[in-house]
C-alpha cells in the first residue's frame, strides 16, 4: 500500500485525493432564490443523505476567495431554504452547464433551457425535468475554513410519474438512471447493476429471469 501522510499535504492536494477516490458520488442539482428573485441552479457532487428520522441531506460547498460566497450558499444562508434535485441521464448536459460562471441576476434554468415549476413547500422551484426533488429548509449550518456544510430537512418530495408505487413505498429502480460524478471531470451512469447472492457469495448481473432486490426496494 502506498502511505500518505495528509498532515503533509496542502488543501489542493487532499482534495484531489479525496475527490477523485471517494466516487462515485450523487449529484445534487439545487435551486435557491436570489434575492431580486432570480432562479440559481447548481451542481454540487459533495452531497448524501444523512438520515430519514428527521428526513436529513448533507450540501458541502466551497468558500471563494476574500471571504466571498458561491451564489447557492449566499441563498440558503439568507433564505434558508433550497430544493435538491437528482439528476438523470437525459438531463446531464444541462445539469453540468448549470455549472458554468454566469452573472448573479442571469437564471441557469433559463441558460440552460432547464424549466422550474412552483414547489409546494418552499419558495425555490422545482426542475421540471428532474426525475426527483427533494424541498427543503435549512436545518443546521457546520462551517470550516474552507467549506459551508449545509444539512437540510426534507419537507416534501416530487417524483416523476410511475416511478414510485405510492400503495406499498418502493423506488422502481429499473426505471431510475441517475448520473454520478466520478474524478475529475467525469461522469458515471448506474446501468451495469448487480446483485450480491449472499446464499452462493458471488455476484449476479443484473437483467434477465426473476426480480431482485436491486429492481425494487
Avoid at 89 to 97: D, G, Q
Amino acid at each position: 500500500m502506498t502511505e500518505i501522510d495528509f498532515a503533509g499535504l496542502d488543501s489542493h492536494a487532499r482534495y484531489k485525493l479525496m475527490a477523485s477516490l471517494i466516487v462515485p458520488r450523487p449529484i445534487a442539482l439545487v435551486t435557491t432564490l436570489g434575492e431580486d428573485g432570480t432562479v440559481n441552479a447548481a451542481p454540487f457532487s459533495m452531497f448524501n443523505m444523512m438520515g430519514e428520522d428527521p428526513p436529513v441531506v448533507m450540501l458541502s460547498i466551497n468558500k471563494l476567495l476574500a471571504g466571498a460566497r458561491k451564489d447557492t450558499a449566499a441563498h440558503i444562508l439568507r433564505a434558508r431554504e433550497f430544493v435538491v434535485h437528482i439528476t438523470d441521464e437525459a438531463m446531464a448536459a444541462a445539469m453540468h452547464r448549470c455549472g458554468d460562471r454566469l452573472p448573479v441576476d442571469q437564471s441557469e434554468l433559463d441558460y440552460t433551457g432547464l424549466t422550474a415549476v412552483p414547489s409546494r413547500s418552499v419558495a425555490p422551484p422545482r426542475i421540471v425535468q428532474a426525475p426527483v426533488a427533494f424541498e427543503c429548509v435549512l436545518h443546521e449550518t457546520l462551517e470550516t475554513e474552507s467549506r459551508y456544510v449545509f444539512i437540510g430537512r426534507v419537507q416534501w418530495l416530487a417524483v416523476r410519474d410511475g416511478l414510485v408505487d405510492t400503495e406499498r413505498w418502493r423506488v422502481r429502480l429499473q426505471d431510475f438512471f441517475p448520473v454520478g460524478r466520478f474524478g475529475a471531470s467525469f461522469y458515471v451512469n448506474c446501468r451495469d447493476r448487480f446483485a450480491i447472492e449472499a446464499q452462493e457469495g458471488r455476484a449476479a448481473p443484473r437483467g434477465g429471469g426473476a426480480s431482485t432486490a436491486i429492481d425494487e426496494m
